[in-house]
Structures are given as structure tokens and as C-alpha cells.
């Protein structure tokens, strides 16, 4: 009989590569927790928001996406937030939007999740300021009996079209504080991608300054880092090939990392 004994550094490669592993498969927005590895399938039109993590532009989400999730028995309810919201002109204090949240999604054998219940939040396109890039994240929840949102949330939800209402009620939800009061739990699914809108100006390749694409995300639903970029590209900042190539790039140095464990054992 063998018996192996991990010492401190074979145990911080162990747990490194076990991260990295986690981390790369992500749904869910970068540093937003509980992740989730399951993918929630969004698609704009007929182009779909996969891999998670790529640019598109204002325009080309203007109305609700369509949402699919292979082996599905249950209700959902789907949320959509905007995590790098600036407030009072300073990135070192970004807070949320909440986008858009509909209950009673369910499919009928396919992969295709419907609802027949009108919105809680009716859809809000996505659009960040010019030269501005944001980091949006939709997120899927087993739907509890009884759902119902609470009254301290109603604001939140009203239809942007109610006299008196303003898109500035639903600054600052507080999605981690929403899910406990409701009993959501944890997501089931989830997507995340940038919007970026350009600087006004007919020029595609010029140079913009634009907040970063990598706002990191707590579990209460709010940005907590914020940095500045620069980028002189194209329209959109980030290609879906870009980021597989960078998701490629994660595997390999997982494999290696595997690789030097089985050599050290």
C-alpha cells in the first residue's frame, strides 16, 4: 500500500490549479461570487453571447435577448445587471443597474426557456456612455414557491413607462441582499459579456478612453475595483476569438501545472 503525503508547496499547486481551473471556466463576471461554471445560453437576435466575456456594441442590444439552458426541469427567474455603473463622474466609485428580471422562465422539452409573466423589470437596453466600456452579467435562479418581491424592492422594479419613475430607481440594486430575501439561492447558469459605445465620431479606428472591461464584481452585487484603460481598436474591443485564445491560453497552464504534479508524485 502507498501512501502519499502532500507537502505545503505540492498543496498550494494543488489548490493554484484547482483556482485556475474554476476561473477560467467562469460564467459569472470576474471576481463575482458564488461563481458558476454552467452556461447560460444569450443570444441577441441570432448572435449569441458566447464565449462569456466578449465586446459588443450599444446597438446591438437594444432589445431582450432570448435565453436557452440544456437540461431543464425547472422555473427560472433570470436577473440582468450592469456592474460598473459611475456615480458623480468618479470610476473609484462604481455601483449597479438593474436591467432586466423575468420570472416563470421554463421550456417545453427543448433547450429554449420562455416565460408567459410579464417582466418585474421590463428590459432596459444596454448602453453604456461614449467611450465607455461596461461589464454586464445575466444571471439564472430556481424560481421558489411563492416568489414574490419584497416591498422594499418595488422601486427597483417599477415599469420605467409609470409616471414618476426614472432608470435612476434601479441604480444601487443590491442583488446578493435581493437573492437571500427571496430565497433564490445560487445561480444555476450564467453569462457575462462588455458593452462598449465608442466615442461619438466617425472615425472606427480612433483612440478612446474607456472605464475597464475587467471590473471585478462582489457577491452583493456591486462593483468593488474599477480601473482605466486606453485602446485604439476597432469598434469593439474584444473578439470572440480573442477570448478563446485567451481561455486556451488558462488551459494550457492548467495542463502544465497538472503535469508538474504528476512528475513531483
Given at each position: 500500500?502507498h501512501?502519499i503525503?502532500f507537502?505545503?508547496?505540492?498543496?498550494?499547486?494543488?489548490?493554484?490549479?484547482?483556482y485556475?481551473?474554476?476561473?477560467?471556466f467562469a460564467?459569472?463576471?470576474?471576481?463575482?461570487?458564488?461563481?458558476?461554471s454552467?452556461?447560460?445560453?444569450?443570444?441577441?437576435g441570432t448572435?449569441?453571447?458566447n464565449?462569456a466575456?466578449?465586446?459588443?456594441l450599444?446597438?446591438?442590444?437594444v432589445?431582450a435577448?432570448?435565453?436557452?439552458?440544456a437540461?431543464?426541469?425547472?422555473?427560472y427567474?433570470a436577473i440582468?445587471?450592469?456592474f460598473?455603473?459611475?456615480?458623480?463622474?468618479s470610476?473609484?466609485?462604481?455601483t449597479?443597474?438593474?436591467?432586466?428580471t423575468?420570472?416563470?422562465?421554463?421550456?417545453?422539452?427543448?433547450t429554449t426557456?420562455?416565460?408567459?409573466?410579464?417582466?418585474i423589470a421590463?428590459?432596459f437596453?444596454?448602453?453604456?456612455?461614449?467611450?465607455?466600456t461596461h461589464?454586464y452579467g445575466i444571471?439564472l435562479?430556481?424560481e421558489?414557491?411563492?416568489f414574490?418581491?419584497?416591498?422594499?424592492?418595488?422601486?427597483?422594479?417599477n415599469?420605467?413607462?409609470?409616471?414618476?419613475?426614472s432608470v435612476l430607481?434601479?441604480?444601487?440594486f443590491?442583488?446578493?441582499?435581493?437573492?437571500?430575501?427571496t430565497?433564490?439561492?445560487?445561480?444555476v447558469?450564467?453569462?457575462?459579456?462588455?458593452?462598449s459605445t465608442p466615442?461619438?465620431?466617425?472615425n472606427?479606428?480612433?483612440?478612446?478612453n474607456?472605464?475597464?472591461?475587467?471590473?471585478?464584481?462582489?457577491?452583493?452585487?456591486?462593483?468593488t475595483?474599477?480601473?482605466?484603460?486606453?485602446?485604439?481598436s476597432?469598434?469593439?474591443?474584444?473578439?470572440?476569438?480573442g477570448?478563446?485564445?485567451?481561455?486556451?491560453?488558462?488551459?494550457?497552464?492548467i495542463?502544465?501545472?497538472?503535469g508538474f504534479l504528476?512528475s513531483f508524485?
Amino acid at each position: 500500500m502507498h501512501t502519499i503525503v502532500f507537502g505545503h508547496s505540492s498543496l498550494l499547486a494543488t489548490l493554484t490549479a484547482a483556482y485556475t481551473l474554476r476561473t477560467a471556466f467562469a460564467q459569472t463576471p470576474p471576481g463575482f461570487e458564488p461563481a458558476t461554471s454552467s452556461h447560460l445560453t444569450v443570444t441577441y437576435g441570432t448572435a449569441a453571447i458566447n464565449p462569456a466575456g466578449i465586446t459588443v456594441l450599444g446597438n446591438e442590444v437594444v432589445d431582450a435577448p432570448s435565453l436557452g439552458l440544456a437540461g431543464t426541469y425547472s422555473t427560472y427567474v433570470a436577473i440582468m445587471m450592469d456592474f460598473s455603473v459611475e456615480t458623480n463622474g468618479s470610476t473609484q466609485s462604481n455601483t449597479t443597474l438593474l436591467h432586466w428580471t423575468l420570472a416563470g422562465l421554463s421550456s417545453n422539452g427543448t433547450t429554449t426557456l420562455t416565460s408567459h409573466q410579464a417582466a418585474i423589470a421590463p428590459y432596459f437596453p444596454l448602453g453604456p456612455p461614449a467611450g465607455q466600456t461596461h461589464t454586464y452579467g445575466i444571471f439564472l435562479y430556481n424560481e421558489p414557491a411563492n416568489f414574490a418581491v419584497p416591498a422594499e424592492y418595488i422601486p427597483f422594479f417599477n415599469n420605467l413607462t409609470t409616471p414618476g419613475s426614472s432608470v435612476l430607481n434601479r441604480v444601487g440594486f443590491n442583488l446578493t441582499n435581493f437573492v437571500a430575501k427571496t430565497g433564490l439561492g445560487a445561480s444555476v447558469a450564467a453569462d457575462w459579456f462588455l458593452v462598449s459605445t465608442p466615442n461619438a465620431t466617425g472615425n472606427s479606428t480612433m483612440t478612446t478612453n474607456s472605464t475597464s472591461s475587467a471590473t471585478r464584481t462582489s457577491n452583493t452585487g456591486a462593483a468593488t475595483v474599477s480601473t482605466s484603460s486606453t485602446s485604439s481598436s476597432p469598434s469593439t474591443t474584444q473578439s470572440s476569438s480573442g477570448t478563446m485564445i485567451t481561455r486556451v491560453e488558462r488551459i494550457m497552464m492548467i495542463v502544465g501545472t497538472l503535469g508538474f504534479l504528476v512528475s513531483f508524485f
